[in-house]
């Protein structure tokens, strides 16, 4: 049930909305239960390739899309997607595993926790 909240609350709108969480802490233990569950919801609400799935839309800006780039190609450890289609703006949905914040997160970060 959390697996399928939290990408509820991402997938909306692809997490550009105040509901989407930008972080989940937990246990090794957890993350590898998680992150499992999270890939089922996503395989069972938009089947194998998600970039065909209409109810996912794409990011909003230019600007935007080439920020969450950065973001994931500093990102050190994808769990799952990370696929991008830049003609469509489109960012397939993402995790991250556990992994060290770089300074570049840190930065970001500081804004969020302020």
Not at 29 to 47: A, D, F
Not at 59 to 76: D, P, Q, T, V
Not at 77 to 104: H, N, Q, R, V
């Amino acid at each position: 049930m959390t697996a399928r909240r939290i990408m509820w609350g991402k997938c909306m709108n692809m997490g550009q909305t105040c509901v989407a969480p930008d972080y989940i802490l937990c246990s090794k233990k957890v993350e590898i239960e998680l992150i499992k569950e999270m890939k089922i919801t996503l395989q069972e609400w938009y089947g194998s390739d998600s970039k065909k799935a209409t109810d996912l839309s794409r990011i909003g800006h230019k600007r935007h899309f080439e920020r969450l780039k950065m973001f994931l190609s500093n990102s050190g450890s994808i769990a799952l997607g990370g696929g991008i289609d830049e003609s469509e703006l489109w960012i397939e949905p993402t995790i991250l595993g556990s992994t060290k914040l770089s300074k570049f997160f840190e930065k970001k970060m500081e804004y969020f926790l302020i």
